[in-house]
């Protein structure tokens, strides 16, 4: 399975039927029938159009069709607004991109009804997501990011506006989310609430608190609690599990063991972008695909570097290729010495040739799944001076913090 295999356009999203008994293996969002409940997660300097066309590409290979959701990174709504050059090429979609999904940052109910107005004006994107789960201390110590659910008030206008701006089209909002701050400011259950309230077409949950980061497990009861929450209030918009998803067995326990709608993938996919392959078709109650052994993985690594120079042109781009190395050859034996000398790649033709020094029968090792990415430790979440104080104060962030994060 190799993304170059590929040369048909990806047809439309489209539902399809079926599935393992009581699972579901389709996804509605807004006016959207996605044929898989997979999601890929916005991640910084990670999911452009390079990383999501790769992921479709080899989803296409697999299984005849593009069936999930893939979302573009983090683009600030005030940087957008004001056309910086780096939002803009980061909101680069792919000719056959469908649905078009963009993930907004924003801390101002009225940029982001702006952000969201020009992406319905200028036809931009087809799906907006909002990020109100990135625990970075640099958004959260300036009121952004997963501080913001906190605050009720300001939460329920973000959403709001961006739904008021896209009224009467036929462009879904959904919210991105953690479980709250820390364990002693839950805030998952009210901003789902309010989410819900003011019109998203789903919501995410990653299983984690701000202070957690990326490290130990995430609590999948908390998504569970979610799912019921919601329903209680007697709506069926989807809820969405993230957290701790490195195999397709993952994906199929999280959505048993919660009773999520859908399932939202990051880290896991680093590395493995025909992950999204193995989980469409589990979820579907069909056999996973057999994972790429090496010479496939060498492959798809050039292709990655491809669409890479493309996007960036072939100086960055073979910057940015070398922090996908790594993750591509965990577990398999490549050497301390090749590694090195792909961790200093600057030309295409230089990576063909080192890929192809790489043993290709080897197989996919058996500790290739698991954890991958940034982990760190918990600590302590950096917030405003008084941000705790009055969870119904609707005062927008601190100055700064959406232009300081332009592009997440």
Known sequence: ????????????????????????????????DLASPVVLAPMAGVTNVAFRTLCRELERASQGSVAGLYVCEMITARALVERHDTAMHLATFAPDESPRSMQLYTVDPEYTYRAAKMIVDEDMADHIDINFGCPVPKVTRKGGGSAIPFKRKLFRSIVAAA??????????????MRVGIDDEHHTHLDAGRIAVEEGAAAVALHGRTASQRYSGEADWTQIARLVEHIRALGSDVPVLGNGDIFSADDAVRMVDETGCDGVVIGRGCLGRPWLFAELSAKLAGRPAPAPPNLGEVADIMYRHGELLAAFHGEDKGMREIRKHIAWYLRGFPAGSEMRVDLAKVSALSDL???????????PFPADGYGPRGRQGSPGKVLLPEGWLDDPEDDSVALPGAEVENSGG
Do not use: Q
């Open 163 to 176: 739904v008021r701006a896209t009224d009467g089209t036929d462009i879904p909002v959904t919210v991105k």
């Open 1 to 32: 399975m190799t993304a170059t295999d590929v040369k048909d356009p990806a047809p439309a999203v489209t539902t399809i039927d079926g599935g393992a008994p009581g699972r579901s293996s389709a996804l509605r969002i807004g006016p959207f």
């Open 352 to 362: 063909r040739a080192l890929l192809d020094r790489l043993p290709a029968d080897e």
